[in-house]
């Protein structure tokens, strides 16, 4: 099969369906949106929309695709059972980014022109409110709670936070530089951000809507992916035709594949094994392998971490051993993907597998860290109402991968910041 796929004029951003097999692909130049059948890597159906058409995005059950049409103020509503379009939502102005609510129920677009987010109802395909934003709306993203909604403001260089159920502006983020896309982690508790102007991806915290981390050494980054799992991230990179991997749990650029043409846009497949590129300048859509290795790469001495193994040729592995010691347990989910998870031991190491009878062979390292100590926690109450930031505090909290307080003390999720001597 093919890695590399033609559609049509001027591409710029796709979505692909819940189950996988099929990924949209925006034509701004051609009016139109390419299917590709992710079986066959193939263009198996063009469909002609209204002009200037720019951001695309899947409903939760699979049935529709909205297609954002900047050229032409509405939204486009495509059957993706026939691939057609249903229908037609007016009342937009210069709409670019678009995202459905994760109960299906809503469409948030962002109408750049209107310096606003457009609300649509999906059952009735119409426009039902507007919340007003700062200068140059682009994209937005809601977190997988529903709950918020964060919107990329190019001409405010800004990150505008806002509550899905009151639609009010609860947060507005400064300090950017011509942020573009936007996605959320998969457990919500992390937002990401590119900025095109500041080469570089921001990792923002839904809790106290603040930068926690960032990134840096992104030529241009346009759009931004991130993988089921929650462990990588991938950028298209514009100023250098690049795709850079990063670790999200060390936050740090693992591998940057070159060869692209103004790479603008990338989605994941489900099983996170391949990432779809869409090329701007060369109106083709390449697909990715994801880098081989293991995935988180970091755990607590005690073992017990859960290893994604990415390669080849995995189908009939024997065995998985972390230097000398085999893994607590492994399963092989297909020939490119092993779950293994650590056992208890004291050092860096490296991971093998043995596939079938062939020779052992190494497929990524593993670094033990100490176990997680907590020293203190600041402050040590507050209200029942919850949303409160904490202060942890101890050593090897680099391994933590959870904070919890007792339900009966606090019914809502804590937020927490950590120090590590």
């Not at 809507?209 to 991230?233: N, W, Y």
């Not at 591998?255 to 300048?281: C, E, K, M, Q, R």
């Not at 390669?311 to 347990?329: K, W, Y």
Request: hydrophobic residues 35%; proline residues 8%; contains cysteine.
């Amino acid at each position: 099969m093919t890695d590399e796929i033609p559609v049509g004029h001027a591409p710029i951003v796709a979505a692909i369906t819940p189950d996988g097999r099929h990924v949209y692909v925006t034509n701004f130049g051609s009016s139109s949106v390419s299917v590709i059948d992710t079986t066959t890597r193939s263009v198996i159906a063009t469909i002609g929309v209204t002009s200037g058409p720019w951001g695309v995005t899947v409903a939760p059950d699979g049935l529709r695709a909205y297609v954002a049409g900047f050229g032409s103020d509405t939204v486009a509503v495509i059957d993706t059972t026939t691939n057609r379009v249903a229908a037609s939502v007016p009342g937009l102005d210069k709409p670019l980014g678009l995202t459905v609510s994760p109960d299906g129920s809503r469409l948030y677009v962002a109408s750049q022109g209107g310096n606003r987010v457009d609300v649509i109802s999906t059952a009735t395909n119409t426009l039902i409110t507007s919340v007003p934003v700062g200068t140059g709306p682009r994209n937005v993203a809601v977190t997988p709670d529903g709950t918020q909604l964060y919107v990329t403001e190019e001409g405010a260089n800004a990150v505008t936070v806002i509550n899905t159920a009151t639609l009010t502006v609860i947060a507005t983020l400064p300090g950017f530089l011509f942020p573009r896309a936007v996605t959320p982690s998969p457990d919500g508790q992390r937002v990401y951000v590119t900025e095109y102007g500041g080469n570089r991806l921001d990792v923002i915290d839904t809790a106290t809507h603040t930068v926690v981390h960032t990134v840096t050494g992104l030529s241009i980054p346009f759009g931004v992916a991130v993988s089921h799992d929650g462990l990588l991230a991938y950028v298209a990179c514009n100023g250098d035709d690049s795709v850079s991997t990063i670790d999200l749990v060390r936050n740090e650029i693992i591998d940057t594949a070159p060869g692209f043409h103004a790479p603008s846009w990338l989605v994941v497949t489900p099983d996170d094994l391949d990432v779809y590129v869409v090329n701007n300048g060369n109106e083709t859509v390449r697909v990715l392998p994801t880098p081989p290795g293991a995935y988180p790469d970091v755990g607590p001495l005690s073992g017990g971490t859960a290893v994604n193994i990415i390669g080849e040729g995995l189908g009939d592995t024997t065995a998985v051993r972390f230097g000398c010691q085999p893994a607590a347990s492994f399963t092989v989910l297909n020939d490119q993907e092993v779950l293994a998870v650590s056992p208890n031991l004291v050092t860096d190491v490296e991971i093998d597998a043995t596939p079938g009878q062939l020779t052992t062979r190494t497929v990524g390292r593993f670094y033990y860290l100490p176990d997680s100590v907590l020293a203190g926690i600041s402050p040590t109450s507050g209200p029942l109402s919850g949303g409160g930031t904490l202060t942890v505090t101890g050593r090897g909290l680099i391994t933590t991968h959870r904070c919890a307080l007792a339900p009966s003390l606090s019914p809502h999720r804590p937020s927490w910041t950590t120090r590590s001597p």
